[in-house]
């Protein structure tokens, strides 16, 4: 994505551009730094058009009139124009990794791709680093630690794109000690459309004087495809200052500890079973605060279907910190101790989402560039875009239950769905995380210790309703004691909307009696339907979860 020409200084003198401009003034730097080449547009003839209108979830594909792939923000508003003038139903593409139906379903005839807008660079004008919403995770990483030593708290699958991880929150195995990855969004670009139908371009800040703010606390969780076309982000650390760039954003650990095991089923009854997956809680519930080594410390607990063979653990920590090494090794000696020593073993079969990685069966200290590479590029089945999907996700204030890990017990060793492929995660929370209230940002749930992701990939549309039963089984067995779904309460705090559940606003699956968008964004709703109102009166954006207007529900 391109640089913008924008005031910086005092809050005022941001409010006084209103830094809203129509499309000529708004792209002038955009425009320039761009490839001449203007956006290019995919009809269903061409040989490109099946790569553009499927993402990584087999399950959803759209049959749009065409693809508009572009390459600078005045592309976007020119696209968007004429989609909006030939009444066409436009969705957003940036990396394509969406679980649900938001990007790609029936009605959409104009997919928005933005993922040739990959610019990272820092932005002088705004102090802050300039992100393109089509630029991947990966590259991201790479442009900001090889550029200034910096990077921001984002997540693990290398492919992933900016757009749609940012604007729904943002997390990955520097979150616990850094936040989330919205906590560190200064500003956002994005194309939107007013109630007499014109495209134009905002950029929203997060200044208090800024007329737009409302638009920027929108993409920090409200998620994608709701308000507008976000064309590029801006980061800079609250409290941050001066003016160099190194020190604007989080430095990442010199080196990491890694650490991936393997835990045979063949060791594991419903006793043992259960007995893991609650220490595994009871860890993260002791050290959900910040200011300790065990913050830097991350895990998932990647517990595939026993026709896979094992469950994982993959973990993560600063090795730079106190005692890291011994941080570690409690970590796993406390979590591995219902099995014994001679049953843990390398990782040397697929599990969770990743590749073997037996060679961190010892744990290895990496340059954390390094981690990120290796990680990040060990997930044979987030990119493989034939694998077909069914999600559901949890956050969870306390442990488990004895019923809890039961159920899960119970319908990962089903004989009838022998899926090495279906599985429940459960993901490392807490820190820095917590220490930002629930609606300082739309993304609301600030006190939760883990999350919990039920998932099962298949490959064939014939194996739809074994595997999306299996999911909805799980899930709504875990959470039966609140209608089969994690309602804000004592122990759980709802679903992450970058994990979207294609079942979340059906009653008979969710038969909670508690709208989506509370399980979504609990009290934060009603404000991201005001901002709707406000920057898409028109309701040009939306799809199957998307936020409604005030006067619909």
């Known amino acids: 994505m391109r640089r913008r020409s924008v005031l910086t200084g005092t809050a005022a003198a941001i409010a006084a551009t209103a830094l809203e401009a129509g499309p000529s003034a708004t792209v002038a730097t955009a425009a320039a730094d761009a490839t001449a080449a203007g956006a290019v547009t995919v009809l269903p003839s061409d040989p490109r058009y099946a790569d553009l209108v499927v993402g990584n979830n087999a399950r959803w594909v759209a049959q749009p009139d065409a693809v508009r792939l572009v390459r600078t923000t005045e592309q976007v508003v020119q696209a968007v124009q004429e989609a909006v003038d030939g009444n066409k139903r436009i969705s957003v593409r940036s990396g394509g990794h969406c679980y649900a139906d938001f990007v790609f379903n029936a009605d959409v005839k104009v997919v928005i791709d933005t993922s040739l807008l990959t610019r990272v660079a820092f932005d002088e004008r705004l102090n802050a680093f300039e992100v393109g919403a089509g630029a991947t995770l990966l590259h991201i990483y790479e442009a900001l630690f090889k550029g200034w030593g910096v990077t921001i708290p984002g997540g693990m699958c290398y492919s992933v794109g900016a757009g749609g991880h940012i604007s729904g929150g943002g997390y990955g195995m520097l979150s616990r000690r850094h936040g989330l990855t919205v906590d560190h969004l200064y500003a956002v670009e994005v194309v939107v459309v007013d109630a007499s139908g014109k495209a134009r371009s905002v950029v929203a800040t997060r200044e208090a004087a800024d007329p737009h703010r409302d638009l920027w606390w929108a993409h920090t969780g409200g998620g994608g495809g709701n308000f507008g076309v976000v064309t590029r982000y801006w980061f800079r650390s609250p409290g941050a200052t001066g003016a160099n760039p190194s020190a604007l954003l989080p430095r990442p650990p010199k080196e990491v500890l890694v650490s991936a095991i393997a835990l045979p089923w063949s060791e594991l009854d419903k006793s043992s079973f259960t007995a893991m997956v609650q220490k ?3 860890w993260h519930e002791r050290n959900a605060g910040t200011g300790t080594s065990a913050a830097s410390l991350c895990s998932f607990l990647m517990m595939n279907h026993q026709a896979n063979g094992s469950i994982g653990l993959l973990t993560q920590i600063d090795a730079t910190v106190p005692d890291a090494q011994q941080v570690l090794q409690d970590f796993l000696t406390e979590v591995t101790s219902p099995l014994s020593d001679a049953a843990v073993r390398p990782m040397s079969e697929p599990v969770g989402e990743l590749g ?54 119970r319908h990962l060793t089903r004989a009838d769905h022998p899926n090495p492929q279906s599985m429940v995660v459960l993901l490392s929370y807490g820190g820095k995380i917590n220490t930002v209230g629930s609606g300082d940002t739309a993304a609301a749930q600030r006190d939760s210790i883990f ?43 709802g679903c992450y909307i970058n994990y979207p559940d294609a079942d979340i606003t059906d009653t008979r699956v969710n038969t909670t009696g508690v709208p989506w968008h509370t399980l979504y964004y609990k009290g934060n709703y009603p404000r991201l339907q005001r901002i709707k109102a ?20």
């Open 280 to 282: 595994f809680g009871a």
């Open 356 to 409: 073997p990685l037996p060679a961190l069966f010892t744990p290895q200290r990496l340059p954390w560039l390094h981690s990120v590479k290796l990680l990040g590029t060990s997930n044979p089945t987030l990119t493989n875009p034939t694998l077909r999907g069914h999600h559901k996700s949890a956050y969870l204030r306390k442990n488990v239950s004895d019923g809890q890990a039961a159920a899960m017990y």
């Open 451 to 493: 999350k919990g992701l039920f998932q099962s990939f298949w490959s064939g549309a014939e194996g739809d309703a074994e595997n999306i039963g299996w999911t909805r089984d799980v899930f709504g067995e875990v959470f039966s004691a609140t209608g089969g779904y994690p309602v804000p309460g004592a122990a759980t705090d």
């Open 534 to 553: 406000a920057y898409d009166p028109r309701n040009v954006f939306r799809h199957s979860q998307s936020v409604t207007l005030p006067d619909h529900t």
